[in-house]
């Protein structure tokens, strides 16, 4: 049998022994596969291997994990209508996610709890009552209580009014908590506004508010006022500004009110005012709605009684606001030294007593009129209501 040329190089050596057809057409044993070598079966690397497969397992499930949190943290949540949440004072991040999976707000507090140690870093939530919208997710929940942009409630302090009826709406007001102290603030030692607060604030925190905002709008008050003034301490203006707040709720003619008593003093002459004999009758807890004042009030000798007393009373007699007390420390320039109520809400001024007592005289023939129509509107009602016919009983005719 003779093979190519270039063949003979590979030639086997030694004789070619003949097969047959069919030998020739059967397969060739295949090769046994290569042993493993002693490296491969190193039970170290058995272990390299099997810690390196947990790895991506674990790493595709923590991907997963991670997915699924992020997008329940960011998604839109359970509430299907604006609630309010109230976040207490010193409650921990697992107590408010608690508390918020116990309300319906979010869905897992688990998640909720994890994902805001995320968004807050080193900050935290803040104590308030918080309006959540419905649907807001977790992180937007957590950004508003991070911000303590939380429901802020009004109580208003009117002008004029005195420290104990003060004292009395804290008490009554259901926002605020905790007890006041026994002992009162002086007099005129609260400023009226109207001071924002959160549910859960103490009474006690709203009125230290109202003590530090009086203290400083009598400094800026003190600091501009007029120099020429017969007023020697800040004490002294607000006591005379108590006197103007309770004469008249105008703002515009506060500071000629204000000229009217500043005139007076600097002639020497007593104030005569009204709620001065009101507050020496009855104090802080003011004059009974009922209860008129009497001529023999006007005489009775108190220590607030300025139809009595020369100058001013020893202390405010109210809180007056920071209007009133603008209008005592920059009064209109005037030579008035007398007003009466005028029948409009507002009052007349006079110069002179001729003057005044003519004010007064109209100001009573209005006070008559006004009490004759109100005595004829009642016995017009009551005639009405005697002609209109009796309804017919269980037993009546019509029955």
């Known amino acids: 049998m003779f093979g190519r040329a270039g063949d003979q190089n590979n030639a086997p050596s030694g004789p070619i022994i003949p097969v047959s057809p069919s030998q020739a057409l059967k397969p060739e044993k295949a090769p046994p596969p290569p042993k493993r070598s002693r490296r491969a079966r190193n039970q170290v690397v058995v272990f390299l291997n099997f810690i390196l497969s947990l790895v991506i397992f674990v790493a595709v499930i923590a991907v997963g994990v991670f997915w699924y949190g992020k997008t329940e943290f960011e998604g839109r949540g359970p509430l299907d209508r604006t609630t309010n949440y109230m976040v207490r004072e010193g409650a921990g991040l697992n107590q408010i996610a608690a508390g918020l999976e116990r309300q319906g707000i979010v869905t897992n507090q688990r998640i909720f709890s994890i994902g805001a140690k995320g968004v807050l ?3 935290t939530l803040k104590a308030g009552e918080y309006e959540i919208k419905a649907g807001a997710s977790m992180l937007e929940i957590v950004e508003l209580m991070q911000s303590g942009k939380s429901i802020l409630h009004s109580f208003t302090v009117p002008e004029g009014q005195t420290v104990q009826q003060v004292f009395d709406r804290l008490r009554s007001d259901e926002m605020l908590v905790g007890d006041l102290p026994e002992d009162m603030p002086a007099e005129g030692a609260l400023l009226p506004e109207t001071y924002k607060f959160s549910r859960g604030t103490t009474r006690a925190d709203i009125l230290d508010q109202m003590i530090k905002a009086q203290t400083r709008a009598l400094e800026q008050v003190w600091a501009r006022r007029a120099p020429d003034l017969p007023l020697e301490t800040p004490e002294e203006l607000v006591i005379l500004a108590s006197i ?13 009110v204000a000229s009217v008593f500043i005139n007076r003093l600097n002639k020497g002459m007593r104030l005569q005012s009204d709620p001065t004999i009101i507050y020496g009758l009855f104090g802080g807890a003011g004059k009974p709605s009922d209860r008129p004042i009497y001529k023999s009030d006007i005489e009775k000798p108190t220590a607030y009684n300025t139809y009595v007393i020369n100058g001013l009373p020893p202390t405010p007699i109210a809180n007056p606001g920071r209007e009133a007390m603008e209008a005592v420390a920059n009064p209109s320039r005037t030579d008035d030294f007398y007003f009466v109520a005028d029948g409009t809400g507002g009052h007349a001024f006079a110069q002179t007593l001729d003057e005044h007592n003519s004010n007064v005289a109209r100001w009573r023939r209005i006070e008559a009129e006004r009490e ?6 009642k016995a017009a009602a009551e005639a009405a209501a005697a002609n209109q016919p009796a309804e017919a009983g269980a037993g009546g005719e019509n029955n």
Request: glycine share 4%; charged share 55%.
């Open 121 to 123: 870093g080193d900050d």
């Open 244 to 256: 103007v707040e309770k004469e008249t709720a105008r703002a515009d003619e506060r500071p000629r």
């Open 372 to 377: 004759k129509a109100l005595a004829a509107e």
